[in-house]
């Protein structure tokens, strides 16, 4: 009886009323959509109660798992002191205060003066693009504007954010990317590196390439580098070997700030606090979400370093005021729970817990790089990817038309674990609080899967050979 009737509700998801992101239409005319109605520590359940392992922490964010009780108890207790105020003319709320100097405190590799807060990443990295301007307009650049990103980058969907990620799909009927914002190489070793080019090389390589489009754009033109530590929507893509060192040679050679996305990778990703400590950036600018609250209330946050936020005051006292900012620009519940989760990374040391933990993640999945249809698996701390291609070569994708990833991630979904899916990625970012069992379990699933999806790729290569 109970099964009929969660049987009857999925069929009333179908064709919902919702327009869903980042979704085909004829997904949701045609398809049931997977409706996750709890979750709990490593795993979701959806309305039929079948239990996931949530490979990619929600969508890289739930990074203390589904149920922390201190951050619903956070939540709670700002709900009943002060549900909601704004932080507009001078008026705020001591969450909001908190958490700026918390995470001035916490953010070590570069000195920041001020944190403005947004909703989401995407919010963040719009307010990066005006900040920029603003103070470029502040020192007499006006021509100073251009913002250059990466082929494959990914800093959000808004109508900036998605002009400065670096994924057709993004761009593709919208118009876009704005005409300010130029792409330079991705730097994906694997796939883009000439024959015999070690990664010293490659980076070298890549960073000549910036400058030149700096040269022949104008350097008195361009006002801001911005990059992810670690690519993660466009594909798990660490840095090749000196990459930053030599970027940032580049752009501070410039006069060019840079802005450091460390929308996935803050809060311990990687086996660091933030991305820049791996990689030793020293960004003038640098945006966070997803885990500052661990996705439990939607919050973003801009962090400025005193020479950006010193010629943005002055400004804003000759204009009057800083014209910039949201209703729910450091909204004190988001702000309370944001407050714990950063206590929580803190005493749980979560940092040393995703270095603990992570080379049984990597070195498990890693394992199977053996396999016939696996191109490359990469990543590191607890992010990875793994790229189905034929003959284990960038060259030789398989047809689209046989939606390998795809079908690799209908099997882990199949045995329980949800996985992203990007054409042929697929992509996981497991909550930092996953267990070694759970880890194994990981493993187990994925084994599962690229078999079926081995056995799926000869059918296929059979049945090309008969037509």
Not at 106 to 116: E, G, I, N, Q, R
Not at 405 to 410: P, R
Request: aromatic letters at 10%; hydrophobic letters at 40%.
């Amino acid at each position: 009886m109970q099964y009929g009737l969660m049987y009857i509700l999925c069929l009333r998801f179908k064709g919902h009323d919702m327009l869903a992101p980042f979704t085909a239409g004829w997904q949701t005319t045609d398809l049931h959509p997977l409706v996750i109605e709890k979750s709990e520590g490593s795993y979701v359940y959806d309305v039929n109660g079948k239990k996931y392992l949530d490979s990619l922490a929600g969508l890289w964010c739930t990074a203390l798992g589904g149920n922390e009780p201190r951050l619903v108890a956070a939540a709670t207790a700002q709900l009943n002191k002060l549900p909601f105020y704004h932080s507009f003319w001078n008026r705020t709320t001591k969450p909001s205060l908190d958490l700026a100097k918390e995470l001035l405190e916490t953010f070590t590799a570069s000195k920041m003066a001020k944190v403005f807060f947004t909703n989401s990443g995407s919010e963040a990295n719009d307010t990066q693009v005006k900040l920029v301007w603003y103070y470029n307009n502040a020192l007499g650049r006006p021509n100073k504007k251009k913002f250059i990103a990466r082929a494959k980058s990914y800093h959000g969907s808004t109508l900036i954010a998605a002009s400065l990620s670096g994924l057709p799909a993004l761009h593709k009927k919208f118009d876009l990317p704005a005409p300010f914002v130029l792409h330079t190489d991705c730097p994906h070793y694997w796939r883009y590196h000439l024959p015999g080019e070690t990664e010293e090389e490659f980076s070298t390589r890549l960073a000549n390439n910036l400058e030149n489009l700096i040269v022949n754009e104008g350097p008195e033109t361009i006002a801001a580098f911005i990059a992810e530590p670690v690519m993660g929507a466009g594909g798990v893509i660490p840095p090749p070997a000196t990459y930053f060192e030599k970027i940032q040679g580049v752009v501070k050679k410039y006069d060019i700030l840079f802005i450091a996305d460390e929308v996935i990778c803050a809060f311990g990703r990687l086996g660091t606090m933030f991305g820049c400590e791996m990689y030793n950036i020293k960004p003038d600018l640098v945006s966070l979400a997803k885990a500052l609250s661990s996705a439990y209330m939607p919050i973003g946050a801009v962090m400025v370093s005193p020479e950006v936020s010193e010629v943005v005051y002055s400004q804003s006292n000759k204009l009057g005021s800083f014209s910039h900012g949201f209703t729910y620009s450091g909204h004190p519940v988001s702000c309370a729970v944001a407050i714990e989760a950063l206590k929580l990374y803190k005493e749980r040391n979560i940092v040393e817990k995703v270095q603990s933990i992570s080379p049984r993640f990597q070195d498990g999945v890693k394992s199977f790089s053996d396999s016939p249809i696996v191109g490359e698996i990469r990543g590191t701390g607890l992010i990875l990817a793994t790229e189905f291609t034929d003959n284990k070569s960038p060259n030789d994708p398989f047809p689209p038309e046989w939606g390998i990833g795809a079908y690799f991630g209908a099997q882990c979904e199949k045995h329980g674990m949800l996985v992203r899916v990007a054409g042929d990625n697929i992509m996981m970012s497991p909550p930092f609080i996953i267990t070694p069992k759970e880890v194994d379990e990981l493993i187990s699933i994925y084994r599962k899967a690229l078999k079926a999806t081995e056995e799926r790729v000869k059918e296929l290569k059979s049945q090309q050979k008969t037509q």
